[in-house]
């Protein structure tokens, strides 16, 4: 089977769709975070689990990933039945398909089986569950660690000068 990439959401994919206390991670500022939609006043934000510190993303109706340098933005822990995105993979067993649309609420235009860049027809939520379809999780991603030359130096106790560094 294919190999399953995240599926980073846009601000429009997400208005009216974030509830308190989903699992959500995004970058800030190229930094990672991770922690639960909290929901107040109809202002939306993410808390991190480990600080406590909030990322705010919008109004409930009128999320603006980019207007607060937001990037990379995941709903974590979602099954089929938390509703589908452009871009979600599920699979029952003998095929994979790809949500090519969302037609509405709960209707949503599928690729051919095991063939994502072509479209077969529309499929309500109620038809794919009854199909036996599930969401299919991406690959973990893990936030990449980025290393200057001087932490590297400070690592190997020598001077940037001194380091020779080899891919290996």
Same mark, same amino acid.
Not at 22 to 44: H, Q, T
Not at 71 to 83: A, C, H
Not at 116 to 140: H, I, N, V
């Given at each position: 089977?294919?190999?399953?990439?995240?599926?980073?959401?846009?601000?429009?994919?997400?208005?009216?769709?974030?509830?308190?206390?989903?699992?959500?991670?995004?970058?800030?500022?190229? +930094?990672?975070?991770?922690?639960?939609?909290?929901?107040?006043?109809?202002? +939306?934000?993410?808390?991190?689990?480990?600080?406590?510190?909030?990322?705010?993303?919008?109004?409930?109706?009128?999320?603006?990933?980019?207007?607060?340098? +937001?990037?990379?933005?995941?709903?974590?822990?979602?099954?089929?039945?938390?509703?589908?995105?452009?871009?979600?993979?599920?699979?029952?067993?003998?095929?994979?398909?790809?949500?090519?649309?969302?037609?509405?609420?709960?209707?949503?235009?599928?690729?051919?089986?095991?063939?994502?860049?072509?479209?077969?027809?529309?499929?309500?939520?109620?038809?794919?569950?009854?199909?036996?379809? &599930?969401?299919?999780?991406?690959?973990?991603?893990?936030? &990449?660690?980025?290393?200057?030359?001087?932490?590297?130096? &400070?690592?190997?106790?020598?001077?940037?000068?001194?380091?020779?560094?080899?891919?290996?």
């Amino acid at each position: 089977m294919s190999e399953i990439k995240p599926n980073y959401l846009s601000s429009s994919q997400l208005n009216g769709r974030l509830k308190e206390g989903m699992e959500a991670s995004c970058k800030w500022g190229g +930094v990672f975070y991770k922690g639960e939609i909290e929901v107040r006043n109809g202002s +939306v934000s993410i808390r991190e689990e480990d600080s406590g510190n909030s990322i705010h993303l919008g109004i409930l109706d009128n999320i603006s990933l980019l207007n607060y340098q +937001v990037t990379e933005f995941q709903i974590l822990n979602r099954t089929i039945e938390d509703g589908l995105f452009e871009g979600d993979i599920i699979g029952n067993g003998d095929s994979e398909r790809k949500i090519l649309g969302v037609i509405g609420k709960d209707c949503y235009l599928l690729s051919s089986d095991n063939d994502f860049k072509s479209a077969e027809g529309a499929y309500t939520l109620k038809e794919l569950l009854s199909d036996g379809y &599930k969401l299919l999780k991406p690959e973990t991603v893990k936030p &990449k660690t980025v290393l200057t030359m001087d932490d590297i130096a &400070k690592l190997a106790k020598c001077s940037v000068e001194d380091l020779h560094i080899e891919k290996g």
